[in-house]
Protein backbone atom coordinates (compact mmCIF):
# COMPACT_ATOMS: atom_id res chain seq x y z
CA UNK A 1 0.00 0.00 0.00
CA UNK A 2 1.16 3.55 -0.77
CA UNK A 3 0.71 4.83 2.80
CA UNK A 4 2.83 7.27 4.87
CA UNK A 5 1.97 4.97 7.82
CA UNK A 6 4.55 2.19 8.92
CA UNK A 7 1.76 -0.50 9.60
CA UNK A 8 0.33 -0.32 6.20
CA UNK A 9 3.13 -1.08 4.01
CA UNK A 10 4.08 -4.37 3.13
CA UNK A 11 6.79 -6.65 4.75
CA UNK A 12 8.44 -9.68 3.51
CA UNK A 13 8.16 -12.56 6.50
CA UNK A 14 9.68 -15.75 5.85
CA UNK A 15 9.10 -16.66 2.29
CA UNK A 16 5.84 -14.49 2.38
CA UNK A 17 4.92 -11.19 0.94
CA UNK A 18 2.40 -9.53 3.57
CA UNK A 19 0.56 -6.35 2.24
CA UNK A 20 0.78 -4.71 5.28
CA UNK A 21 2.13 -5.33 9.05
CA UNK A 22 -1.20 -5.55 11.18
CA UNK A 23 -1.61 -8.93 12.70
CA UNK A 24 -4.41 -10.63 13.89
CA UNK A 25 -3.49 -12.03 17.92
CA UNK A 26 -4.32 -15.16 18.60
CA UNK A 27 -7.81 -15.47 20.32
CA UNK A 28 -9.63 -18.56 22.16
CA UNK A 29 -13.35 -17.79 21.43
CA UNK A 30 -14.26 -21.27 22.18
CA UNK A 31 -17.19 -22.19 19.69
CA UNK A 32 -15.89 -25.01 17.77
CA UNK A 33 -18.14 -28.05 17.23
CA UNK A 34 -18.16 -31.20 18.74
CA UNK A 35 -15.17 -32.91 19.17
CA UNK A 36 -12.79 -29.12 18.67
CA UNK A 37 -13.84 -29.68 15.16
CA UNK A 38 -13.66 -25.77 13.34
CA UNK A 39 -16.74 -25.49 11.64
CA UNK A 40 -18.12 -23.32 8.57
CA UNK A 41 -18.96 -20.12 11.14
CA UNK A 42 -14.93 -20.62 12.17
CA UNK A 43 -14.49 -20.21 8.93
CA UNK A 44 -16.81 -17.02 8.39
CA UNK A 45 -14.89 -15.45 11.21
CA UNK A 46 -11.34 -16.08 10.07
CA UNK A 47 -12.44 -14.75 6.20
CA UNK A 48 -13.68 -11.98 7.52
CA UNK A 49 -10.85 -10.89 9.20
CA UNK A 50 -8.45 -12.01 5.57
CA UNK A 51 -6.88 -8.55 5.27
CA UNK A 52 -4.60 -8.81 8.41
CA UNK A 53 -1.18 -8.83 7.37
CA UNK A 54 -1.02 -12.20 9.24
CA UNK A 55 -3.87 -14.13 10.90
CA UNK A 56 -2.61 -15.91 14.07
CA UNK A 57 -5.40 -18.44 14.88
CA UNK A 58 -6.51 -19.22 17.95
CA UNK A 59 -4.46 -21.39 20.81
CA UNK A 60 -5.16 -25.18 19.88
CA UNK A 61 -4.42 -28.27 21.68
CA UNK A 62 -2.08 -30.44 20.20
CA UNK A 63 -3.54 -33.74 22.00
CA UNK A 64 -5.89 -34.22 24.58
CA UNK A 65 -3.60 -34.00 27.15
CA UNK A 66 -2.78 -30.54 25.92
CA UNK A 67 -6.77 -29.29 26.82
CA UNK A 68 -7.53 -27.28 29.41
CA UNK A 69 -10.73 -25.16 28.18
CA UNK A 70 -14.60 -26.86 26.76
CA UNK A 71 -14.99 -26.23 23.28
CA UNK A 72 -11.71 -25.00 21.72
CA UNK A 73 -10.81 -26.49 18.63
CA UNK A 74 -7.98 -28.56 18.22
CA UNK A 75 -5.11 -30.15 15.75
CA UNK A 76 -4.87 -33.73 16.83
CA UNK A 77 -7.67 -35.59 15.09
CA UNK A 78 -8.45 -35.92 11.44
CA UNK A 79 -11.89 -34.58 11.60
CA UNK A 80 -10.42 -31.48 13.20
CA UNK A 81 -7.85 -31.39 10.02
CA UNK A 82 -10.87 -31.35 7.38
CA UNK A 83 -12.57 -28.52 9.72
CA UNK A 84 -9.50 -26.19 9.94
CA UNK A 85 -9.18 -27.19 5.66
CA UNK A 86 -12.49 -24.95 5.69
CA UNK A 87 -10.82 -22.50 7.36
CA UNK A 88 -7.66 -22.20 5.60
CA UNK A 89 -9.24 -22.26 2.50
CA UNK A 90 -12.00 -19.58 3.54
CA UNK A 91 -8.75 -17.59 4.37
CA UNK A 92 -6.88 -17.96 1.35
CA UNK A 93 -9.94 -17.03 -1.14
CA UNK A 94 -9.40 -13.82 0.53
CA UNK A 95 -5.73 -13.64 0.02
CA UNK A 96 -4.86 -13.97 3.40
CA UNK A 97 -2.37 -15.63 5.28
CA UNK A 98 -2.75 -17.57 8.47
CA UNK A 99 -0.39 -19.38 10.89
CA UNK A 100 -2.02 -21.81 13.74
CA UNK A 101 -1.09 -21.54 17.40
CA UNK A 102 -0.26 -24.78 19.16
CA UNK A 103 -1.18 -24.91 22.54
CA UNK A 104 -0.30 -27.23 25.55
CA UNK A 105 -1.97 -26.07 28.82
CA UNK A 106 0.04 -28.14 31.29
CA UNK A 107 -1.27 -27.70 34.89
CA UNK A 108 -3.87 -25.25 33.84
CA UNK A 109 -6.39 -28.45 33.35
CA UNK A 110 -8.68 -30.75 34.97
CA UNK A 111 -9.28 -34.39 35.39
CA UNK A 112 -12.34 -34.00 33.42
CA UNK A 113 -10.60 -32.92 30.33
CA UNK A 114 -7.79 -35.59 30.72
CA UNK A 115 -7.53 -39.33 28.83
CA UNK A 116 -8.54 -41.33 31.69
CA UNK A 117 -9.71 -38.73 34.04
CA UNK A 118 -6.05 -38.48 35.53
CA UNK A 119 -4.63 -34.90 36.55
CA UNK A 120 -2.69 -33.01 34.29
CA UNK A 121 1.16 -32.82 33.49
CA UNK A 122 3.37 -30.31 34.33
CA UNK A 123 7.29 -29.85 34.77
CA UNK A 124 6.87 -29.82 38.72
CA UNK A 125 4.16 -30.79 41.00
CA UNK A 126 3.03 -27.02 41.59
CA UNK A 127 -0.27 -26.47 40.88
CA UNK A 128 -1.82 -23.13 40.41
CA UNK A 129 -4.05 -21.52 43.35
CA UNK A 130 -5.01 -18.21 41.62
CA UNK A 131 -8.36 -18.97 40.29
CA UNK A 132 -10.54 -21.94 39.35
CA UNK A 133 -11.08 -23.78 36.01
CA UNK A 134 -13.89 -24.11 33.97
CA UNK A 135 -14.22 -27.45 33.19
CA UNK A 136 -17.60 -27.44 31.03
CA UNK A 137 -19.88 -29.61 31.93
CA UNK A 138 -19.01 -29.99 35.73
CA UNK A 139 -18.98 -26.05 36.02
CA UNK A 140 -15.28 -24.19 37.89
CA UNK A 141 -13.10 -26.69 40.20
CA UNK A 142 -10.07 -26.12 41.88
CA UNK A 143 -7.08 -26.80 39.83
CA UNK A 144 -5.37 -30.40 40.79
CA UNK A 145 -1.89 -30.88 41.52
CA UNK A 146 -0.42 -31.57 38.72
CA UNK A 147 1.80 -34.84 38.01
CA UNK A 148 5.53 -33.99 37.16
CA UNK A 149 6.64 -35.24 33.75
CA UNK A 150 8.92 -38.11 33.41
CA UNK A 151 11.99 -37.66 30.81
CA UNK A 152 10.41 -40.58 28.31
CA UNK A 153 6.52 -38.26 28.92
CA UNK A 154 8.36 -35.35 27.87
CA UNK A 155 9.90 -36.64 24.87
CA UNK A 156 5.98 -37.91 23.99
CA UNK A 157 4.83 -34.86 24.08
CA UNK A 158 7.60 -33.31 22.14
CA UNK A 159 5.95 -36.09 19.45
CA UNK A 160 2.72 -34.78 19.97
CA UNK A 161 3.95 -31.48 18.94
CA UNK A 162 5.77 -32.89 15.72
CA UNK A 163 2.31 -34.36 14.77
CA UNK A 164 0.35 -31.46 15.40
CA UNK A 165 2.65 -29.47 13.18
CA UNK A 166 2.11 -32.24 10.24
CA UNK A 167 -1.51 -32.04 11.16
CA UNK A 168 -1.24 -28.37 10.49
CA UNK A 169 0.45 -28.73 7.30
CA UNK A 170 -2.19 -31.00 6.11
CA UNK A 171 -4.47 -28.59 7.14
CA UNK A 172 -3.36 -25.74 4.63
CA UNK A 173 -2.32 -23.28 6.88
CA UNK A 174 0.75 -20.87 5.80
CA UNK A 175 2.76 -21.62 8.66
CA UNK A 176 2.68 -22.59 12.87
CA UNK A 177 2.90 -20.30 16.04
CA UNK A 178 4.07 -22.28 19.09
CA UNK A 179 2.79 -20.95 22.26
CA UNK A 180 5.05 -20.35 25.08
CA UNK A 181 3.42 -17.40 27.04
CA UNK A 182 0.36 -16.77 29.37
CA UNK A 183 1.22 -19.40 32.01
CA UNK A 184 1.07 -22.68 30.13
CA UNK A 185 3.11 -25.19 29.72
CA UNK A 186 6.24 -24.24 27.94
CA UNK A 187 6.25 -20.83 30.25
CA UNK A 188 5.74 -23.30 33.43
CA UNK A 189 9.12 -24.43 31.95
CA UNK A 190 10.43 -21.25 31.62
CA UNK A 191 9.38 -19.45 34.87
CA UNK A 192 11.25 -20.69 38.01
CA UNK A 193 8.04 -20.17 40.20
CA UNK A 194 6.85 -23.54 38.29
CA UNK A 195 9.62 -25.51 37.38
CA UNK A 196 11.41 -26.92 40.54
CA UNK A 197 13.23 -29.54 38.12
CA UNK A 198 16.89 -30.71 39.57
CA UNK A 199 17.39 -32.86 36.14
CA UNK A 200 18.24 -31.42 32.35
CA UNK A 201 15.10 -29.40 32.15
CA UNK A 202 15.22 -27.48 35.43
CA UNK A 203 17.65 -25.28 37.44
CA UNK A 204 19.72 -22.96 34.86
CA UNK A 205 18.11 -20.82 32.26
CA UNK A 206 19.43 -22.92 29.63
CA UNK A 207 17.56 -25.90 31.21
CA UNK A 208 14.65 -24.34 31.46
CA UNK A 209 14.83 -23.03 27.50
CA UNK A 210 15.60 -26.81 26.85
CA UNK A 211 12.03 -27.89 26.12
CA UNK A 212 10.78 -24.75 24.41
CA UNK A 213 14.23 -25.12 22.04
CA UNK A 214 13.45 -28.86 21.70
CA UNK A 215 9.60 -28.53 20.93
CA UNK A 216 10.83 -25.58 18.26
CA UNK A 217 13.40 -27.89 16.60
CA UNK A 218 10.85 -30.25 15.80
CA UNK A 219 8.33 -27.58 14.65
CA UNK A 220 11.60 -26.24 12.46
CA UNK A 221 11.66 -30.46 11.27
CA UNK A 222 8.49 -30.05 9.58
CA UNK A 223 7.86 -26.53 8.27
CA UNK A 224 11.38 -25.21 8.02
CA UNK A 225 12.08 -22.52 10.81
CA UNK A 226 11.00 -19.10 8.82
CA UNK A 227 7.37 -20.81 8.57
CA UNK A 228 7.64 -20.97 12.54
CA UNK A 229 6.98 -18.46 14.88
CA UNK A 230 7.09 -18.43 18.76
CA UNK A 231 4.75 -16.11 21.46
CA UNK A 232 6.95 -15.57 25.19
CA UNK A 233 4.85 -13.10 27.61
CA UNK A 234 8.11 -12.04 29.88
CA UNK A 235 5.85 -9.84 31.56
CA UNK A 236 4.46 -12.69 33.89
CA UNK A 237 1.42 -13.16 35.57
CA UNK A 238 -0.45 -14.67 33.93
CA UNK A 239 -1.94 -17.85 35.50
CA UNK A 240 0.60 -17.19 38.23
CA UNK A 241 3.87 -16.83 35.87
CA UNK A 242 6.44 -15.69 38.09
CA UNK A 243 10.48 -15.96 37.89
CA UNK A 244 13.12 -14.93 40.36
CA UNK A 245 14.91 -13.13 37.73
CA UNK A 246 12.77 -11.88 34.71
CA UNK A 247 14.79 -10.01 32.71
CA UNK A 248 17.52 -12.41 32.88
CA UNK A 249 15.88 -15.55 32.78
CA UNK A 250 14.33 -13.65 29.17
CA UNK A 251 16.82 -11.90 27.78
CA UNK A 252 18.62 -15.08 27.80
CA UNK A 253 15.73 -16.69 25.80
CA UNK A 254 15.12 -14.65 22.90
CA UNK A 255 19.15 -14.44 22.74
CA UNK A 256 19.19 -18.28 22.27
CA UNK A 257 15.63 -18.10 20.01
CA UNK A 258 18.37 -16.01 16.85
CA UNK A 259 19.93 -19.72 17.25
CA UNK A 260 16.62 -20.91 15.00
CA UNK A 261 16.19 -18.17 12.28
CA UNK A 262 12.09 -18.16 12.77
CA UNK A 263 9.35 -16.30 10.84
CA UNK A 264 9.21 -14.51 13.67
CA UNK A 265 9.46 -13.81 17.74
CA UNK A 266 6.00 -12.58 18.66
CA UNK A 267 5.99 -10.83 22.22
CA UNK A 268 3.35 -9.62 24.95
CA UNK A 269 3.85 -6.32 26.32
CA UNK A 270 1.62 -6.95 29.37
CA UNK A 271 1.95 -5.60 32.93
CA UNK A 272 0.21 -7.08 35.56
CA UNK A 273 2.13 -5.55 38.16
CA UNK A 274 3.65 -8.91 39.96
CA UNK A 275 5.02 -8.02 43.40
CA UNK A 276 8.57 -6.52 43.06
CA UNK A 277 8.44 -7.01 39.35
CA UNK A 278 10.98 -5.23 37.62
CA UNK A 279 9.68 -1.79 36.15
CA UNK A 280 11.75 -2.42 32.88
CA UNK A 281 8.76 -5.10 31.80
CA UNK A 282 6.11 -1.99 32.26
CA UNK A 283 6.99 -1.37 28.82
CA UNK A 284 9.35 -4.25 27.96
CA UNK A 285 9.57 -4.21 23.83
CA UNK A 286 12.11 -1.87 23.43
CA UNK A 287 14.01 -3.74 26.55
CA UNK A 288 13.71 -7.12 24.44
CA UNK A 289 14.36 -5.79 21.15
CA UNK A 290 17.75 -5.16 21.53
CA UNK A 291 18.43 -9.15 22.21
CA UNK A 292 16.39 -10.20 19.03
CA UNK A 293 17.81 -10.17 15.44
CA UNK A 294 14.61 -11.12 13.77
CA UNK A 295 11.37 -9.96 12.68
CA UNK A 296 9.62 -9.07 15.75
CA UNK A 297 5.97 -8.65 16.57
CA UNK A 298 4.91 -6.88 19.74
CA UNK A 299 0.95 -6.83 20.98
CA UNK A 300 -0.66 -5.46 24.48
CA UNK A 301 -3.15 -2.66 23.94
CA UNK A 302 -1.78 -0.60 21.22
CA UNK A 303 -3.85 2.33 19.22
CA UNK A 304 -2.76 2.87 15.49
CA UNK A 305 -0.45 5.93 16.71
CA UNK A 306 1.39 3.88 19.14
CA UNK A 307 1.60 0.70 16.75
CA UNK A 308 3.16 3.16 14.38
CA UNK A 309 5.40 4.71 16.66
CA UNK A 310 6.94 1.33 17.64
CA UNK A 311 7.41 0.44 14.21
CA UNK A 312 8.84 3.70 12.83
CA UNK A 313 11.20 3.65 16.38
CA UNK A 314 12.89 -0.24 15.38
CA UNK A 315 11.34 -1.93 18.19
CA UNK A 316 8.94 -3.85 16.20
CA UNK A 317 8.72 -4.95 12.53
CA UNK A 318 4.76 -6.12 12.73
CA UNK A 319 2.11 -5.27 15.68
CA UNK A 320 -0.66 -7.55 16.56
CA UNK A 321 -4.12 -6.68 17.84
CA UNK A 322 -6.05 -8.73 20.11
CA UNK A 323 -10.02 -7.45 21.52
CA UNK A 324 -10.17 -4.86 18.59
CA UNK A 325 -10.37 -7.65 15.51
CA UNK A 326 -13.02 -9.63 18.04
CA UNK A 327 -14.78 -6.20 16.85
CA UNK A 328 -13.51 -4.77 13.80
CA UNK A 329 -12.81 -7.13 11.07
CA UNK A 330 -11.71 -4.25 8.49
CA UNK A 331 -9.24 -3.00 10.90
CA UNK A 332 -6.41 -2.47 8.24
CA UNK A 333 -9.30 -1.05 6.10
CA UNK A 334 -10.33 1.64 9.17
CA UNK A 335 -7.05 2.60 9.81
CA UNK A 336 -6.59 3.22 6.66
CA UNK A 337 -9.09 5.66 5.91
CA UNK A 338 -8.85 6.84 9.84
CA UNK A 339 -12.66 5.37 10.55
CA UNK A 340 -13.47 4.68 14.20
CA UNK A 341 -13.28 1.63 15.56
CA UNK A 342 -15.83 -0.65 17.28
CA UNK A 343 -14.86 -1.61 20.58
CA UNK A 344 -16.27 -5.35 21.36
CA UNK A 345 -18.20 -6.97 24.07
CA UNK A 346 -16.48 -8.88 26.76
CA UNK A 347 -19.90 -11.02 26.90
CA UNK A 348 -19.25 -12.37 23.85
CA UNK A 349 -15.75 -13.01 23.45
CA UNK A 350 -16.13 -17.02 24.64
CA UNK A 351 -18.98 -19.69 23.84
CA UNK A 352 -21.69 -18.96 21.99
CA UNK A 353 -23.69 -18.44 18.22
CA UNK A 354 -22.80 -15.75 16.24
CA UNK A 355 -23.68 -13.11 17.86
CA UNK A 356 -20.44 -11.25 18.83
CA UNK A 357 -18.76 -13.37 16.64
CA UNK A 358 -19.60 -13.58 13.36
CA UNK A 359 -22.12 -10.17 13.24
CA UNK A 360 -19.79 -7.36 13.70
CA UNK A 361 -20.08 -5.16 10.35
CA UNK A 362 -17.56 -3.71 8.38
CA UNK A 363 -17.36 0.15 8.30
CA UNK A 364 -20.14 1.58 5.83
CA UNK A 365 -18.49 4.82 4.39
CA UNK A 366 -21.79 5.91 3.36
C1 LIG B 1 -10.96 -13.33 24.16
C2 LIG B 1 -9.45 -13.46 24.19
C3 LIG B 1 -8.86 -14.67 23.85
C4 LIG B 1 -7.48 -14.80 23.81
N1 LIG B 1 -6.91 -15.99 23.41
C5 LIG B 1 -5.58 -16.09 23.26
C6 LIG B 1 -5.00 -17.26 22.70
O1 LIG B 1 -5.68 -18.22 22.31
N2 LIG B 1 -3.64 -17.30 22.60
C7 LIG B 1 -2.84 -16.26 23.01
O2 LIG B 1 -1.61 -16.35 22.90
N3 LIG B 1 -3.38 -15.12 23.51
C8 LIG B 1 -4.71 -15.01 23.62
N4 LIG B 1 -5.26 -13.83 24.07
C9 LIG B 1 -4.41 -12.66 24.22
C10 LIG B 1 -4.46 -11.82 22.92
O3 LIG B 1 -3.82 -12.50 21.85
C11 LIG B 1 -3.78 -10.45 23.08
O4 LIG B 1 -2.46 -10.67 23.47
C12 LIG B 1 -4.49 -9.57 24.11
O5 LIG B 1 -5.87 -9.47 23.81
C13 LIG B 1 -3.88 -8.17 24.19
O6 LIG B 1 -3.94 -7.50 22.95
P1 LIG B 1 -5.05 -6.36 22.67
O7 LIG B 1 -4.81 -5.31 23.70
O8 LIG B 1 -4.80 -5.89 21.27
O9 LIG B 1 -6.38 -7.02 22.84
C14 LIG B 1 -6.65 -13.70 24.16
C15 LIG B 1 -7.25 -12.50 24.54
C16 LIG B 1 -8.63 -12.37 24.55
C17 LIG B 1 -9.23 -11.03 24.90
Not at 92 to 113: A, C, M, P, T, Y
Not at 303 to 324: C, P, T
Request: glycine letters at 10%; proline letters at 7%.
Amino acid sequence: MNTKYPILKSIQFGPYELPNRVAMAPLTRRRAGAGGVPTAMNALYYAQRASAGLIMAEASPISQQATGYPDVPGIYTQKQIEGWKLVTDAVHEKGGRIFLQLWHVGRFSHNDFQPGGKPPVAPSAVPFRGRQINTGKNGYQETPIPLALTKPEIKSIIGDYWQAAKNAMEAGFDGVELHAANGYLIDQFLNDISNHRTDEYGGSFGNRYRFLAEVLDTLCSVWGSDRVGVRLAPGGGSLGMRDSDPLGLFAYVISRLNEFNLAYLSILQQWFDVENYPQELKNLTPYFRKFYDGLLITNHGFDFAQANKMIEEGYADMVAFGKWYISNPDLVERFAIGAPITEPDPDTFYGGNETGYTDYPIWDRT
